[in-house]
């Protein structure tokens, strides 16, 4: 069990330019979720996956986001044209299905986007 | 309206005293879980302790503890005996899954300081 991984850990990129992200879970874990978080705030829900579907997606993901599972293993998230008030903490998190209220959410470290 | 609050940005307590973090929720919701996590300077959040909302007992993890007042919709989280390395931000954060929501909503966090 290695946990859950996000590449790559910090990106620099350019107003307009488009990035992506990629996120390894917790092997056995078949549900996937993405959050954004920025300086002094909490975490805010994205979308989640279970297995290759995306079951929800919050109102926060304009359609310059598009995020993909396709084999139900790992995840990536893409931005297109990014816009300064894009620069977050993008948190990825995996859970096991079946766990009722009390399922935990495993958490990756996070990829630190900056958008100049 | 499905919210947390947590009021103190930042708190700071002596090393082997215990410190008290609070944490209120609003839902209109009768099945819920609440939840506290740890997020250090690396950025990965936690997992520290769970509490249903039908369970009659308060939970305990160790040196944590989660002071749970249903009626007045209160989650505080306890660590006893504080440690150094228990500077970091904590949240606070609700599971719901009334509305097919299924997904946790975060406090914006408190910042604690332990002191030598």
């Known amino acids: 069990d290695t946990g859950v991984s996000q590449d790559p850990r910090h990106k620099i990129t350019k107003r307009g330019q488009n990035v992506t992200f990629r996120c390894d879970p917790i092997?056995?874990?078949?549900?996937l979720y993405w959050y954004r978080q920025t300086l002094g705030q909490g975490p805010e829900f994205l979308t989640y996956?279970?297995?290759?579907?995306?079951?929800?997606k919050s109102r926060l993901l304009s359609d310059r986001f598009s995020a993909e599972r396709p084999k139900g293993s790992f995840s990536t998230l893409e931005i297109q044209r990014t816009e300064q008030g894009d620069s977050a903490m993008y948190l990825c998190?995996?859970?096991?299905?079946?766990?009722?209220?009390?399922?935990?959410?495993?958490f990756g470290s996070g990829t630190q986007l900056s958008v100049l | 309206a499905q919210k947390i609050t947590q009021t103190q940005p930042g708190m700071f307590v002596q090393e082997k005293e215990a410190v008290t973090l609070d944490c209120t929720y609003d839902?209109?919701?009768?099945?819920?879980?609440l939840f506290w996590y740890k997020q250090p300077s690396s950025g990965e959040m936690i997992f520290l302790i769970y509490?249903?909302?039908?369970?009659?007992q308060n939970a305990t993890e160790g040196r944590y503890s989660l002071n749970f007042q249903k009626a007045r919709k209160s989650a505080n989280l306890v660590i006893s005996a504080s440690q150094l390395g228990d500077s970091a931000m904590y949240f606070c954060?609700?599971?719901?899954?009334?509305?097919?929501?299924?997904?946790?909503?975060f406090g914006a966090g408190t910042r604690l300081a332990v002191h030598p």
């Open positions: 998190a995996s859970s096991l299905a079946g766990g009722g209220l009390n399922e935990k959410l495993f």
């Open positions: 092997s056995e874990h078949n549900r």
């Open positions: 996956f279970q297995n290759e579907a995306q079951l929800e």
């Open positions: 839902t209109s919701d009768q099945s819920y879980g």
């Open positions: 509490q249903g909302s039908y369970d009659e």
């Open positions: 954060a609700m599971r719901l899954f009334s509305g097919g929501y299924n997904k946790l909503i």
